[in-house]
């Protein structure tokens, strides 16, 4: 059986509108009043959180590396093919550079 989903969308001008009128259904005086003991266990105690623990003393984000900048010569039928692709043309180039360069540390191996 199929789950069913209900996804609803809103910007974040609708969200704080909605939130003007009274139409969120949170209670921000009780949240700022709560010790952070007491969100914990509200926390624990909600079915939608059960089993859901990140020990975030262990966490580390990997910053991305930056690109290179690079001019290239470069035939002009490819160059047209890709940016005839549409937007992100220049992520297409890289992702094809990138496979190419897997494939062959692959066969290096």
């Known amino acids: 059986m199929a789950k069913r989903e209900h996804i609803v969308r809103y910007t974040d001008k609708e969200l704080r509108e909605m939130r003007e009128r ?3 259904k949170s209670d921000w005086k009780k949240a700022a009043s709560m010790t952070n003991k ?3 266990a509200a926390i ?11 020990d975030w003393s262990n966490i580390s984000a990997e910053l991305p ?7 290239m010569r470069i035939d002009h039928d490819v160059l047209e093919f890709f940016r005839s ?6 992520k297409r180039i ?4 990138r ?4 494939q062959r540390r692959k066969m290096n191996t």
Do not use: T, W
């Open 94 to 97: 890289h992702a094809v550079l």
């Open 22 to 24: 009274g139409e969120d």
């Open 38 to 40: 007491e969100i914990e």
């Open 85 to 90: 692709q549409g937007k992100g043309y220049q």
């Open 65 to 71: 590396r930056p690109k290179a900048v690079l001019n």
């Open 44 to 54: 624990a105690g909600d079915e939608d959180e059960k089993e859901m623990h990140v």
């Open 99 to 102: 496979s190419y360069v897997e």
